[in-house]
């Protein structure tokens, strides 16, 4: 179990994170929803450790991350999680065997003579064949995104994080990918957190989903409850409309966004 209690997470003077409560269940896929630059992937990157809570805590399975100082604690909480960078995030000295692989010299006993094999099969469940030996630059950006989930995945890890899985996919292949998060979670009882916009896609896969706003959660709700809220906010997000509560506070989150209002009579 994945449980996030009061985080706080500020960037300088910008708040993005006002105290986030999220508890996902083992075995539970946990999608989360909100307007961009509301702090999704800061959450993500809190949960496994790249960004440390200005105030908080998290813990898995009862262990809690802002108690691990040693690197070998650390790097033994990380390797519980698989990770899917919004970016994909691949080396680009590396060949897509050579990334897919990557963690299992680090996180695994697996033997090197294995890790060219696991590639190939893990990069064929997102629907890549015979690219093992391209490099980053050689592929389209929905084929790097699916050689970060096959990363994400390539250790069997029991907790898997995706910052956007299906952005940059077409729609065939985001069902699918969709298809293969409900088998890990089926089959191998994978927890997961999915950091989503895409609305059809969280629908399908999520047991629930939280949506966050203002630095905290609006609501966490089963998947059939979002859809049919009546809270402004939610409706807004889901129904994809510009008009509406949440467009007047993204415009005061957005970087480069025109500086606070001066006081009446301040001048200028
Ligand atoms: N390392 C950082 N340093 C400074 N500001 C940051 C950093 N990481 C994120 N931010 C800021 O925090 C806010 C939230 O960013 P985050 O990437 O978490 O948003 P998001 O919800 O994932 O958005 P999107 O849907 O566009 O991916 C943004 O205003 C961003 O500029
Ligand atoms: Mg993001």
């Given at each position: 179990?994945?449980?996030?209690?009061?985080?706080?997470?500020?960037?300088?003077?910008?708040?993005?994170?006002?105290?986030?409560?999220?508890?996902?269940?083992?075995?539970?896929?946990?999608?989360?929803?909100?307007?961009?630059?509301?702090?999704k992937s800061t959450?993500?990157?809190?949960?496994?450790?790249?960004?440390r809570p200005d105030?908080?805590?998290?813990?898995?399975?009862?262990?809690?991350?802002?108690?691990?100082?040693?690197?070998?604690?650390?790097?033994?909480?990380?390797?519980?999680?698989?990770?899917?960078?919004?970016?994909?995030?691949?080396?680009?000295?590396?060949?897509?065997?050579?990334?897919?692989?990557?963690?299992?010299?680090?996180?695994?006993?697996?033997?090197?003579?294995?890790?060219?094999?696991?590639?190939?099969?893990?990069?064929?469940?997102?629907?890549?064949?015979?690219?093992?030996?391209?490099?980053?630059?050689?592929?389209?950006?929905?084929?790097?995104?699916?050689?970060?989930?096959?990363?994400?995945?390539?250790?069997?890890?029991?907790?898997?994080?995706?910052?956007?899985?299906?952005?940059?996919?077409?729609?065939?292949?985001?069902?699918?990918?969709?298809?293969?998060?409900?088998?890990?979670?089926?089959?191998?009882?994978?927890?997961?957190?999915?950091?989503?916009?895409?609305?059809?896609?969280?629908?399908?896969?999520?047991?629930?989903?939280?949506?966050?706003?203002?630095?905290?959660?609006?609501?966490?709700?089963?998947?059939?409850?979002?859809?049919?809220?009546?809270?402004?906010?939610?409706?807004?997000?889901?129904?994809?409309?510009?008009?509406?509560?949440?467009?007047?506070?993204?415009?005061?989150?957005?970087?480069?966004?025109?500086?606070?209002?001066?006081?009446?009579?301040?001048?200028?």
């Open positions: 179990m994945i449980e996030a209690k009061g985080i706080f997470k500020s960037f300088g003077s910008r708040p993005v994170l006002c105290g986030v409560d999220i508890a996902v269940q083992d075995g539970e896929t946990l999608c989360i929803i909100g307007g961009s630059g509301c702090g959450f993500l990157k809190c949960v496994i450790g790249l960004v105030q908080g805590s998290i813990s898995v399975d009862g262990m809690d991350i802002a108690g691990l100082s040693a690197e070998l604690d650390v790097a033994r909480y990380r390797r519980r999680f698989g990770y899917l960078f919004q970016e994909a995030a691949l080396f680009d000295s590396l060949t897509v065997w050579e990334n897919v692989s990557f963690g299992l010299r680090y996180l695994t006993d697996v033997p090197q003579a294995k890790f060219r094999q696991i590639a190939r099969d893990k990069l064929a469940l997102v629907g890549l064949k015979d690219i093992e030996d391209f490099k980053p630059a050689e592929l389209s950006g929905g084929m790097k995104k699916r050689v970060g989930l096959a990363r994400a995945i390539a250790a069997e890890p029991g907790y898997i994080l995706y910052d956007e899985p299906t952005t940059g996919l077409d729609p065939i292949m985001s069902d699918v990918i969709n298809d293969l998060i409900i088998d890990l979670q089926k089959k191998l009882k994978v927890t997961s957190i999915v950091v989503t916009h895409d609305m059809k896609s969280a629908y399908k896969i999520a047991s629930r989903i939280a949506m966050l706003h203002e630095g905290q959660v609006q609501a966490v709700d089963r998947p059939e409850a979002i859809k049919a809220s009546s809270d402004p906010v939610i409706r807004q997000f889901v129904e994809g409309r510009s008009e509406g509560p949440i467009k007047m506070k993204l415009r005061d989150f957005e970087p480069g966004a025109p500086a606070p209002r001066r006081k009446a009579g301040s001048g200028a």
